[in-house]
C-alpha cells in the first residue's frame, strides 16, 4: 500500500495550489481519504477528509471557503485545491487513507483513524 502526494511548492500569498495523491496497491475506493499539515514545530492537523461517495467531506475551520477536496475513485486519487494561500497554511502536507469508509466526521478528522499516510508534500507560502 502506497500513498504518493505531490504538488507542493513555493508560491506567494494569496495564490493557489493544487494537491493530488495516488493511491497504488490496495485500492481504497470505498474508504476515507484525508489530507492533514505539519508546520515546523507544531502537531500534525486536520485539514480535510472526504469518504467515497462525498456525503460526508468535513473541513478544517481555517481553511474552510479556501481549500476543496476532491477524489477521482477511478484512479485511486485525491486532491487538494488550495486558493487564497496564507504564510500559515506553510506546512507539510499528507494525504491518509482508510478502508472501511464507515467513519463519522468527528472521527474523519483523527490521524490515529488512518491506515495509511503518504511521505508528504512540502507547501510553502511567502508573505
Known amino acids: ?11 506567494q500569498a494569496g495564490g493557489s495550489l493544487r494537491l493530488s495523491c495516488a493511491a497504488s496497491g490496495r485500492t481504497f475506493s470505498r474508504g476515507v481519504m484525508g489530507w492533514f499539515r505539519q ?25 474552510k471557503g479556501r481549500f476543496t477536496m476532491s477524489r477521482d475513485n477511478a ?13 500559515e497554511d506553510t506546512a507539510v502536507y499528507y494525504c491518509a487513507a482508510e478502508t472501511t469508509g464507515r467513519l463519522i466526521i468527528s ?20 508573505s
Open 75 to 87: 484512479k485511486n486519487t485525491v486532491y487538494l485545491q488550495m486558493n487564497g494561500l496564507k504564510p
Open 1 to 11: 500500500v502506497q500513498l504518493q502526494a505531490s504538488g507542493g511548492g513555493l508560491v
Open 107 to 126: 472521527t474523519m478528522r483523527r490521524a490515529s483513524a488512518y491506515e495509511s499516510w503518504g511521505q508528504g508534500t512540502l507547501v510553502t507560502v511567502s
Open 39 to 63: 508546520a515546523p514545530g507544531k502537531e500534525r492537523e486536520f485539514v480535510a477528509a472526504r469518504t467515497w461517495d462525498g456525503s460526508r467531506q468535513p473541513y478544517a475551520d481555517s481553511v
